[in-house]
């Protein structure tokens, strides 16, 4: 299934690379990422498959958790969320 | 390829600005449960909730992981219990049996402890609609409701009486919890069999053997892309309202079909509904007040809720395949904090939210009324929204709270998503002659479509 995984806090050292290691870890491929500073807050976006759909609650709590270390926001959402919002 | 400014505005709408799924509901025929006894009856009426919507609360927790987006209750709706249970009578049991079903699948809500009384009552609904006010208080979640009029048959105004009846004794034998049996009970005019939101939500005879209906929020969404507007005009304001209500109605959409695809249900529709909660930042009566009223309940008010009902429905139309239920703003007093702190000052009077129902989406919402307030004038404040109802051609309710032991200037507390409310003044005036009459008020010249 296709996701988007957003990032968002105070810029600093690491957050690309814990994130992109973790999702390496578990099989997820990242075909796109953007990231930017958008009033202050370090913003990225992953745009990603992820194979195994049945451990996308792991996943997401994973990221969380790495989010909670980080001192960032971390969430990942189902494509069809934003395609359903945004494109007739 | 969809854009990184367009990715966190919905990450903004949901984690700022309260979007959320505010209901999937499942609504279940019970018509095969009718049996000659009660217990039976009750048997089978726990049986087919429990198997089929047992999977309803992991599935739709599944899909808001998924996507990202909380959906705050799951609930059931079913065929009105008048009809499941008129061969067999005994309609306390059955609604014992669907309260226990609800908790055994975890649901917050169960709707459908109904009648449909519009033109007449038969014996058979008489005896149901006595058996109300104390399964109100007998049972946690079972909710009731009565439709008392329509535009195609008047308004039968000795359902109107005892609908005024039900809410007094509801609100009487719950009084140790400010009345509570009563916000579990709502009077329609012109209700529909889709209605995904409690109290009002049941299942109709016209529907599917399992059906999912969603309803959608957002009053935050809504009054965040408001503030984008500045001063631009009103027609810009109801653009701007339309665009927000499309994407809200989206993702609806998005739910709707997916729950329907795991719980192997019929998609039934989406409700377009500007639901508020307590919350600060959720509230109708703050779009309002945005759109440019010193506070909601000023002159003007009718005239603001009429675009945003409007806007709200013209943009959700269009992002649905199937929209219906209750479909656009609601102004329940006590789940809106902006409403609760106009009541609270005197800005808004029972009038004026009255003359609001004309414009939108559904009726006196959750208000506490004082506890000496007679069933007469509650009756007449029933038959007033059901006449906004029949000649407007769209739903109305009434859903008030008689708060014994309280009086204006009070507050009552019913906790959750219900709130609390202010105790609101009555117009003491009593109406017990139009209401003792009885009969019905006939229906009107242009319900003769035919």
Do not use: W
């Not at chain 1, 814990?18 to 491929?29: D, F, I, K, Q, T």
């Not at chain 2, 009053?219 to 001063?231: I, M, Q």
């Not at chain 2, 959720?282 to 806007?311: F, K």
């Amino acid at each position: 299934m296709k996701a988007f995984i957003t990032v968002i806090g105070r810029d600093k050292v690491g957050i690309i690379a814990e994130v992109s290691s973790l999702l390496a870890e578990r099989g997820v491929n990242i075909e796109d990422i953007s990231q930017t500073i958008l009033q202050g807050m370090f913003t990225m976006i992953m745009a990603c498959d992820i194979s195994d759909e049945s451990s996308f609650g792991e996943l997401k709590g994973a990221l969380q958790e790495s989010g909670d270390k980080l001192g960032v926001e971390i969430s990942v959402r189902h494509a069809d969320i934003f395609n359903a919002m945004h494109r007739i | 390829m969809i854009s990184g400014i367009e990715i966190l505005e919905t990450v903004k709408m949901i984690k700022e600005h309260h979007l959320d799924i505010r209901t999937v509901t499942m609504g279940i025929s019970l018509t095969e449960a009718i049996s000659d006894s009660a217990e039976a009856t009750a048997k089978k009426v726990y049986d087919k909730i429990t198997f089929s919507a047992g999977k309803l609360v992991s599935v739709a927790d599944k899909i808001a992981d998924m996507y990202g987006i909380p959906i705050v209750n799951k609930r059931v709706s079913v065929t009105p219990i008048s009809i499941v249970g008129a061969a067999s009578r005994g309609f306390e049991k059955i609604a014992l049996a669907m309260d226990r079903a609800a908790s055994e699948i975890g649901i917050d809500f169960i709707g459908g402890y109904s009648a449909l009384v519009q033109k007449g009552i038969s014996d058979s609904e008489r005896a149901f609609l006595d058996s109300v006010p104390e399964v109100l208080h007998s049972t946690q979640k079972v909710c009731s409701s009565v439709n008392v009029a329509s535009t195609r048959a008047g308004i039968n105004m000795e359902a109107v009486a005892c609908a005024g009846k039900i809410m007094k004794r509801a609100a009487y034998l719950t009084r140790e919890r400010d009345g509570i049996g009563a916000a579990k009970f709502v009077a329609f005019a012109n209700a529909v069999e889709d209605n995904p939101f409690m109290a009002g939500a049941f299942h109709g005879v016209g529907e599917a053997d399992r059906v999912i209906n969603v309803g959608v929020s957002g009053p935050g969404v809504v009054k965040t892309a408001l503030e984008s507007v500045g001063d631009g005009d009103l027609s810009v304001v109801g653009e701007v309202i339309k665009r927000t209500a499309f994407k809200i109605t989206r993702v609806g959409q998005l739910v709707a079909r997916k729950a329907a695809e795991l719980l192997d249900a019929s998609f039934g529709i989406v409700d377009l509904s500007l639901a508020p909660t307590p919350a600060v930042g959720d509230s109708v009566a703050r779009i309002l007040e945005e759109i440019g009223l010193e506070r909601v309940g000023a002159h003007g008010t009718t005239a603001a809720l009429m675009l945003l009902n409007d806007a709200v429905k013209k943009g959700g139309i269009m992002a649905s395949q199937h929209v219906g239920g209750l479909s656009g703003a609601f102004i329940p007093v006590s789940e809106d904090e902006g409403m609760i702190s106009a009541a609270e000052t005197g800005a808004l009077r029972l009038e004026k939210l009255e003359a609001m129902t004309a414009v939108c989406s559904v009726g006196l919402d959750m208000i506490a009324v004082p506890g000496d307030t007679s069933e007469e004038i509650i009756s007449a404040i029933i038959a007033d929204e059901a006449a906004i109802g029949v000649v407007n051609n769209k739903t109305t309710a009434v859903r008030l709270i008689p708060v014994y032991g309280k009086g204006v200037g009070e507050r009552a507390e019913f906790g959750g998503l219900l709130g609390s409310a202010p105790i609101m003044a009555v117009n003491p005036l009593s109406p017990a002659k139009l209401i003792s009459r009885g009969g019905r008020i006939a229906a009107p010249v242009h319900a003769n479509k035919n």
